[in-house]
Nanobody, 125 residues
């Protein structure tokens, strides 16, 4: 299984970006996906997660109401839509996928077995 994260870049505060996570080797429609981020000098933290069926989503308090996590099964790709970006959102963003089919989303890194390589998001003030 390979996950390829993309869509990062430099954006001004208040702007938007959409991150993509293209999966190869398995069908995203069967698996829960999550997004995490790591800012310079900080530990990696949970951002958002999506259940395998896309029925349930949940978010870190810091991004709730601004970020939206989703999947497009036809494109075999997960997404993180980020609106109203703030300088404190600056980080490397990672997508992840759980091992088991039909699992729920999780805010725990240890629950994810497959990880993308990360994409840099920089928000200027």
């Amino acid at each position: 299984v390979q996950l390829q994260a993309s869509g990062g870049g430099l954006v001004q505060a208040g702007g938007s970006l959409r991150l993509s996570c293209a999966a190869a080797g398995r069908f995203v429609g069967y698996y829960a996906m999550g997004w995490f981020r790591q800012a310079p000098g900080k530990e990696r933290e949970f951002v958002a997660a999506l259940s395998w069926s896309s029925t349930y989503t949940f978010y870190a308090d810091s991004v709730k109401g601004r970020f939206t996590v989703s999947k497009d099964n036809a494109k075999n790709t997960g997404y993180l839509q980020m609106n109203s970006l703030k300088p404190q959102d600056t980080a490397v963003y990672y997508c992840a996928m759980r091992q088991r089919r039909h699992s729920s989303g999780s805010d725990r890194e240890d629950d994810y077995e497959f990880w993308g390589q990360g994409t840099q998001v920089t928000v200027s003030s």
